[in-house]
């Protein structure tokens, strides 16, 4: 872990380890037989009779419920509880006698949700937690692998293959840091928050020399990037070709995408819809003939039942720690169950909302991305909320939830406050106030970045 933190790190060592890494090939380090093997079957099964997938589905039901039930120590106890067995499991409407997962019971029961037969190393990936204490979700290799390729897979509706080098707006990177050219990644990750008219030019001849042909990152980062251009140039340079807009992870707004069409006509855009448990994925279909902006999701990656305030799926891709009918709180407004168009995808989803979320802003007047202010909560244990109020230009209000008393809570508070002065400097101030819940909409969420200034 130490080696890849120094691999990201914008130092002479950092330089030198990417430089390296880059000289070999991106295919055989980052990709590997896992990406390949499922990146070929989900172009395989998107040709397959609506009744083909169904029935692959269906097999695929079977295989992870009799995996968590016989492997597990969780699924056991949990199935034997609600008198369900995966010997009832006969056709896909026997899925609703599977109890829901709740995000509660994975946080309270992760370790003992792992598959005790399963060999090899297991990776820990922490969720974002601010709406809710984040996450401890158990995977290995294969499954980092099977994701990704899931998304090139999406993205290559828009041109994007396996390798292609992107320009990335996400992630934190040092204040004295402008961009970080991940070669070995092909990624040229921009500071998102620092970017402004002064360091525009370099970002602009970094993106040049790159030759990078696709732009990814949070909807708000890029809209903000693309927003510096118009103000200072009125038009994106004509020398850098850029072939499509991967967008992610945020609530995304008409008014954002008309501007990065405006800037760039010739520019695809997909979006894409996920979440770190891995248990649904889609996105748009966004075919060469005509614009499909509604999220299709894969049914070789999972099992996903849309309901009005919230998705379950069941991942398919799940080596180390089966996640099945798990409830993702997000909104989402059906529209086919069955697939649309010319490829085997479904459900199809007209509108995904998430998180309700504001801009806000640095001390210095920079704006800050929601999907952002997630990076300070991922390892959170004691705390359960947290809903974040700019107040001020350096003035914020956190109002923390958690059953701990004050005391308790004193060091993960600290080291929240620090990390959140990262994103928005060191004069930024925050009063933290404390409560047993904080209160939710209609449908079990609530505004968790909010400007009011």
Request: charged share 25%; glycine share 4%; net charge positive.
């Amino acid at each position: 872990m130490l080696i890849l933190k120094k691999i990201e790190e914008d130092s002479s060592v950092g330089r030198i380890l990417r430089n390296l890494l880059s000289l070999y090939p991106y295919k055989k380090w980052k990709l590997g037989k896992s990406f390949f093997q499922f990146y070929n079957l989900l172009f395989q099964n998107e040709k397959l009779s609506f009744e083909e997938m169904q029935s692959y589905q269906l097999n695929e039901m079977k295989r992870v419920v009799n995996q968590a039930y016989n492997n597990t120590v969780f699924y056991k106890e949990k199935y034997d509880e609600a008198g369900f067995h995966p010997s009832q499991l006969k056709s896909l409407s026997d899925v609703s006698l599977i109890p829901v997962l709740t995000r509660s019971e994975v946080k309270e029961n992760s370790s003992k949700m792992i598959d005790i037969n399963f060999k090899g190393k297991i990776y820990q990936s922490v969720t974002s937690g601010t709406t809710a204490k984040p996450l401890t979700v158990y995977r290995n290799k294969a499954t980092a692998q099977k994701e990704w390729a899931a998304i090139c897979y999406q993205w290559s509706r828009v041109g994007y293959q396996p390798g292609d080098g992107r320009i990335e707006f996400r992630g934190i990177l040092d204040k004295a840091t402008t961009f970080i050219h991940l070669k070995h990644e092909r990624v040229l990750r921009v500071n998102i928050v620092e970017m402004d008219e002064n360091n525009l030019d370099l970002i602009l001849a970094a993106i040049r020399t790159s030759n990078y042909k696709f732009i990814h990152g949070y909807p708000g980062s890029i809209y903000k990037f693309f927003n510096l251009v118009k103000r200072k140039y009125g038009q994106f340079p004509t020398d850098i070709k850029i072939k499509s807009f991967l967008l992610a992870s945020e609530n995304i707004f008409d008014w954002q995408i008309e501007l990065m069409r405006e800037m760039i006509p010739e520019a695809k855009v997909i979006c894409h819809y996920g979440q770190a448990e891995k248990v649904a994925l889609g996105a748009w279909n966004n075919p060469d003939s005509y614009r499909d902006e509604n999220y299709h999701f894969i049914p070789s990656y999972s099992f996903v039942e849309v309901r009005e305030n919230a998705v379950i799926g069941t991942s398919f891709i799940s080596d180390v720690m089966p996640l099945i009918r798990y409830e993702v709180n997000d909104s989402m407004k059906l529209k086919s169950a069955k697939p649309i168009a010319e490829k085997t995808l479904y459900p199809v989803v007209e509108q995904i909302r998430g998180r309700i979320e504001d801009i806000t802003y640095t001390t210095e007047g920079k704006s800050v991305p929601p999907a952002l202010v997630t990076f300070p909560f991922k390892k959170l244990k004691l705390i359960d909320s947290c809903k974040i109020t700019q107040v001020g230009k350096t003035k914020f209000e956190i109002l923390v939830q958690s059953s701990k008393e004050k005391e308790e809570l004193s060091i993960e508070i600290n080291e929240l406050e620090q990390k959140m002065k990262v994103i928005y400097g060191e004069s930024a101030t925050f009063n933290f106030l404390f409560t047993d819940k904080i209160p939710l909409t209609k449908n079990g969420k609530f505004k968790w970045v909010e400007y009011k200034v």
